[in-house]
């Protein structure tokens, strides 16, 4: 990937996500959703769990816009942390909106086990399977 002038943005970026102002993190996330830069995936997973509605939605907005590069770090969080329900939200959000195309079947157990009755039980089941066929 060529390097992009706004690349020099995503690093301080990606440490306003842990200010304790809100509005930091809200303009943060924007902004990484806007960029849609793979290198600030992570750390938009780990906005998916942020205290404020808000940045959880721009963190998954940007997943979305990454696309499938987003999908191996956001997989692993899944198998890792099925217990949290924002977590699971923005997933399902994301593997909602994003372009999935040839991997549609392998994204699908996913998304059904994020709608199961027991997710925490489902979740990583599904993650693991697709994180697999993934690589």
């Keep these: 990937m060529p390097?992009?002038?706004?690349?020099?943005?995503v690093r301080p970026l990606v440490k306003a996500?842990?200010?304790?102002?809100h509005w930091v993190?809200?303009?943060?996330?924007?902004?990484?959703?806007?960029?849609?830069?793979?290198?600030?995936?992570?750390?938009?997973?780990?906005?998916l769990e942020d205290n404020e509605f808000d940045v959880r939605?721009?963190?998954a907005e940007g997943l979305t816009h990454i696309g499938?590069?987003?999908?191996?770090?956001?997989?692993?969080?899944?198998?890792?942390?099925?217990q949290s329900v924002w977590l699971r939200e923005g997933a399902h959000h994301v593997l909602h909106e994003v372009d999935?195309?040839?991997?549609?079947?392998?994204?699908?157990?996913?998304?059904?086990s994020l709608e199961a009755p027991e997710p925490t039980v489902a979740v990583p089941i599904a993650a693991r399977?697709?994180?697999e066929a993934l690589r």
Excluded: C
Aim: hydrophobic share 45%.
């Design 100 to 112: 999935r195309g040839s991997l549609d079947k392998v994204l699908k157990p996913v998304m059904k």
């Design 129 to 131: 399977k697709a994180l």
């Design 57 to 59: 939605w721009l963190a």
């Design 68 to 82: 499938r590069p987003a999908l191996t770090s956001l997989l692993t969080a899944l198998i890792k942390r099925p």
């Design 17 to 21: 996500l842990h200010n304790e102002k």
């Design 25 to 47: 993190r809200w303009e943060a996330a924007k902004s990484l959703s806007q960029i849609a830069s793979p290198s600030s995936t992570q750390a938009l997973v780990n906005a």
């Design 3 to 9: 390097w992009l002038p706004w690349e020099r943005a």
